[in-house]
């Protein structure tokens, strides 16, 4: 009777051991599932984080040049002219280029929508469209006004040789400005007391936080008169006698684009497609414009304007707006 129970009792912990062990080993097999599934999600989470990164540091625009049948090239300047936009004349230039250089072009179209902004970005992308036209004599280059073509705008225009609007665009804006303010009276009322320290008479040109010194301004203004110059020669030679003469045509006006072929600073109405279609006489249009990376866009030209802003106190850049 005994040996029959410690028998039995022996069986039971036996059975009792391999339940365990089957638990166990059921929950090492769920573990191990669960960590290959945990592996695999964090494995494609990885890729897709990679393929997002490269879609967000690639191009915008694939590479279109190396056409092959013959066509229209445009290429666009749209919004601020900067350093670090879209139309900087890094990006407008190798555009231009890669346009010219095409065996299929057989016409550009420069389509402006800009309002300004840097005369030196917008002098580079002129005389660059001035030097293709020499290099490139067979092939034609037509500016287009959209909806705003104004001061840098124009600027590049008119190294076109010829320059379309839209009736109602809007054109001109010949002329120089640089924005600051004065905080004297304000910080005076606060009883905040200014502490500038600088090595040289005139570093702390046209602080704003000090009242504007007669001197200084006339340094100024001969700085944006002189620029002011720059622009209109440039404005003259690239549209010859086709200009009227008329003071306010340089007075940093605007005009709608009806009103510019009057003034000359237009040659005549006509969209991109029209003067790609009836100007050009090729319907077909490649577009070359540069579209800067996202990722360009973020860090680009970060460092040089901190720079200039510790530099001068303010952001006193000159523009053509």
Known sequence: MNE???????????????????KLAFAAVTEQRRARRW??????????????LLVLAWPENLDTAGSVKRHTALVRVDGLISGSTEASAKNVIEALRKAFKDKNTIGVVVEINSPGGSPVQAGEIYDEIRKLRQQYPKIPVHAV??????????????????????????????????????????????????????????????????????????HL???????H?????????????????DPAVFS????TGEQSVGLGLVDALGSSRYVAEEVIGEKT??????????????????????????????????QWR
Do not use: H
Not at 4 to 22: C, Q, Y
């Open 221 to 227: 203004q001969g700085m944006l008169d002189a620029i």
């Open 39 to 52: 592996g695999i999600f964090f494995k494609l989470l990885f890729f897709a984080y990679l393929v997002g």
């Open 252 to 255: 940093g006006l605007m005009w």
């Open 285 to 318: 249009v490649v577009d070359y414009t540069k579209r800067t990376r996202w990722l360009d866009r973020l860090f680009d030209g970060t460092e040089a304007s901190a720079m200039l802003v510790k530099l001068l106190g303010w952001d006193g850049t000159a």
């Open 145 to 218: 006004a959209s909806d705003v073509c104004a001061s840098g705008g124009y600027y590049i225009a008119a190294a076109a040789q010829n320059i379309y609007a839209n009736k109602a665009s809007i054109v001109g804006s010949i002329g120089v400005r640089m924005d600051s303010f004065g905080f004297t009276d304000a910080i005076a009322k606060l009883g905040i007391e200014r502490r500038a320290y600088t090595a040289g008479t005139n570093k702390d040109f046209l602080d704003p936080f000090k009242p504007a010194d007669p001197e200084e301004v006339k």
């Open 229 to 245: 110059q720059q622009f209109i020669a440039a404005v003259k030679q690239g549209r010859g006698e086709r200009l009227k003469d």
């Open 4 to 22: 029959s129970n410690s028998s039995s009792n022996f069986s039971g912990d036996e059975r009792w051991a391999r339940d365990v062990l089957t």
